[in-house]
Each structure stands twice: as structure tokens, then as C-alpha cells.
């Protein structure tokens, strides 16, 4: 069980929109930052977001991240059939001593 | 560009052990903290061990605490992950993975893992 909870999978169509929550806690992401990574078919996970909303150089703007209170959200606008893959969120656990990932969500875009 | 190369990965048996490598190239490794992150198959992934730039500030996952050490050879610009005792449980994809800081954590570059098959 993820100390970090995501759904385990969302579906949109083509040029839709889709968010994907991830619910923690005060000692994880209530008091730290959260980073989301992409893992498409068969390749190792790429960073998405940063610090809560801040997109790394080459990352498209349909990319954007939230955070409020112990959650936060990963949205994906104008959906295309290249953004199917697992999507992780992140963040350091202060109780833990520990990096905490949520489960992973599988994004389907029909 | 940043680089990230695993390699010793294997076929093990339970109560083995196995060291794992990473070469890194591209940009300043003593400059940056490093963690190994795992994932099983058709799992998600699983955050393993951190060590900062220096390797002073050591951390593990409770999973392998007191069976798996992480070090760094900033010299070499290489990490390792030297893995003892181990249990089916730990197979899975070992990436290593480059730290960055900017207000919080994150990781902001991937290897392409090195696959530890623990079975008799």
C-alpha cells in the first residue's frame, strides 16, 4: 500500500482533458514538494513537474501541476494518444525519513 | 547531455548478493545527491535509497534497511548499490537516478535500469 494514493487508472479522449489526484499527508505532501513523473511503455520514468507546478525545459504547457493542503493534481490538456502511460507523483516524507511515490496511474486516451 | 548507465544486474539466489553500478557522465556528479529507485514487474515504483553529494547523509526504505548499502565514488562519477541478502521480493528494475534541488526534492534525470532477478 502507497503511503502517496493515486487512482489507478483514468481515460479520456483525443484532445480532452484528464486530472490525476494524489492524497497524502501533513508530514509528506502538506509540508513538502510534490514532482511528477511520466513512464511511457517500456522506458524509465521522466520528470514532468517540479515543485509543485513548475515544468522542466522541454515539458509542453498542456503539462501542469497543483497542490493544496495534503493533495495535489496533475493536469493534462489536449489529450494525444502519445500521453498513454503510468504517471507518479512524489514527494519526501518528513515522518518516514523517506521518498514516498503514489501508486501510479494508468492514463488511457481512447 | 546527462548520462545514466546501470550495470551488474543478474540472476541471483535468495540469500545472494549483488552490487549494482551506475556511471554517470554530462554533468557535475559530486555537485548532486543520487538515489535508487526500483520497480517490480508490472509494479510501480518504489524509492530504495538516497545519498547526498558528499555521501555523508545516507538514507534507506525500511524494505532493505540493514541489507542493501549505498555508496558513491565522486572521483569515478559513479554510484553503487551493494545488495545482500536477497529475498524474492527485491526483484525488480533498479534505476538510478540524478537529484536536483530548487525549492523541494526531485529527480530529475533516469538510467535506463538494470534488471535483479532474485530466484532459486
Known amino acids: 500500500q502507497s503511503v502517496l494514493t493515486q487512482p489507478p487508472s483514468v481515460s479520456a479522449a483525443p484532445g480532452q482533458k484528464v486530472t490525476i489526484s494524489c492524497s497524502g499527508s501533513?508530514?509528506?505532501?502538506?509540508?513538502?514538494?510534490v514532482s511528477w513523473y511520466q513512464q511511457l511503455p517500456g522506458t524509465a520514468p521522466k520528470l514532468l513537474i517540479y515543485d509543485n507546478n513548475k515544468r522542466p525545459s522541454g515539458i509542453p504547457d498542456r503539462f501542469s501541476g497543483s497542490k493544496s493542503g495534503t493533495s495535489a493534481t496533475l493536469g493534462i490538456t489536449g489529450l494525444q494518444t502519445g500521453d498513454e502511460a503510468g504517471y507518479y507523483c512524489?514527494?519526501?516524507?518528513?515522518?518516514?525519513?523517506?521518498?514516498?511515490f503514489g501508486g501510479g496511474t494508468k492514463l488511457t486516451v481512447l | 547531455q546527462v548520462q545514466l548507465v546501470e550495470s551488474g544486474g543478474g540472476l541471483v539466489k535468495p540469500g545472494g548478493s549483488l552490487r549494482l553500478s551506475c556511471a554517470a557522465s554530462?554533468?557535475?556528479?559530486?555537485?548532486?545527491?543520487m538515489s535508487w529507485i526500483r520497480q517490480a514487474p508490472g509494479k510501480g515504483l518504489e524509492w530504495v535509497s538516497y545519498i547526498s553529494s558528499r555521501g555523508s547523509t545516507i538514507y534507506y526504505a525500511d524494505s532493505v534497511k540493514g541489507r542493501f548499502t549505498i555508496s558513491r565514488d565522486n572521483a569515478k562519477k559513479s554510484l553503487y548499490l551493494q545488495m545482500n541478502s536477497l529475498r524474492a521480493e527485491d526483484t525488480a528494475l533498479y534505476y538510478c537516478a540524478k537529484g536536483n534541488v530548487s525549492s523541494g526534492w526531485f529527480f530529475d534525470y533516469w538510467g535506463q535500469g538494470a534488471l535483479v532477478t532474485v530466484s532459486s
Open positions: 501533513s508530514s509528506n505532501i502538506g509540508n513538502n514538494y
Open positions: 554530462g554533468f557535475t556528479f559530486s555537485d548532486y545527491y
Open positions: 512524489g514527494t519526501w516524507d518528513s515522518s518516514l525519513a523517506a521518498w514516498v
